[in-house]
């Protein structure tokens, strides 16, 4: 595709509901990446794959985040038990290179998830 | 633990003025940084990615330097203009997953 895309753009939960936000990388990027941006603050790691593998994902706060990449391609970050705090703009990048010095991420237009 | 400040918070200048945007980082160990714009209510668009070999890199108005030694990064914008208005956030990674660090950004308006 085009570029990143990431659905819904806006989501909007009760706490303690479970959710799932979508990210569809770039064509051919093996490298995927989610962050997630609280008002006012820059973006901050979550989880990163590289292929169907989750490479790292030491970024995830608790056992209630988890991110799935079955095939590759599209990854499903899936938050259980929702919680207030949860409240902020969800990012998902993606780049080409397997790693090394120059990995240029391509970030796509975010969810932003309310809790209420 | 690498840390990333940007400075200044918030940045106010009158249309055409040359401006410089701070971002510095603790450890010196990093294999990349970017720079990055964001809109409101909008994801983040890649500006400048400097390699840790590299001291610049140039786009159209825009300038990038890195200092690893002194753990500074500097974006030179030059004859601003009110469509440069956005937030501006530096990043970089320091560790074989590739993942990125951010600063807390700048937020510049340019008036016309």
């Known amino acids: 595709g085009a570029g990143v895309s990431q659905t819904p753009s806006n989501k909007v939960t009760e706490k303690g509901k479970y959710v799932e936000l979508r990210c569809d990388p770039i064509?051919?990027?093996?490298?995927l990446y989610w962050y997630r941006q609280s008002l006012g603050q820059g973006p901050e790691f979550l989880i990163y794959f590289q292929g169907t593998g989750a490479a790292d994902d030491s970024g995830l706060p608790n056992d209630r985040f988890f991110a799935v990449r079955p095939e590759g391609s599209v990854s499903t970050l899936k938050i259980q038990r929702t919680e207030r705090g949860d409240s902020a703009v969800y990012l998902c990048?993606?780049?080409?290179?397997?790693?090394?010095?120059?990995?240029?991420?391509?970030f796509g237009p975010g969810t932003r998830l309310t809790v209420l | 633990k690498q840390e990333v400040t940007q400075i200044p918070a918030a940045l106010s200048v009158p249309e055409g003025e040359n401006l410089v945007l701070n971002c510095s980082f603790t450890?010196?160990?990093?294999?990349?940084l970017q720079w990055f714009r964001q809109d409101p209510g909008k994801g983040l668009t890649s500006l400048l990615l400097?390699?840790?070999?590299?001291r610049e890199q140039t786009s159209g108005r825009l300038n990038a330097s890195l200092d690893k030694s002194s753990g500074r990064s500097t974006l030179y914008i030059a004859a601003s203009q009110p469509g440069d208005s956005a937030t501006y956030l530096c990043?970089?990674?320091?560790?074989?997953?590739?993942?990125?660090?951010f600063g807390t950004g700048t937020l510049l308006a340019v008036q016309p």
């Open positions: 064509s051919g990027h093996t490298a």
């Open positions: 450890d010196s160990a990093i294999y990349n």
């Open positions: 990048a993606s780049s080409s290179l397997a790693g090394g010095s120059v990995d240029e991420q391509f």
């Open positions: 400097i390699q840790s070999s590299q």
């Open positions: 990043a970089l990674v320091g560790g074989a997953t590739n993942k990125l660090i």
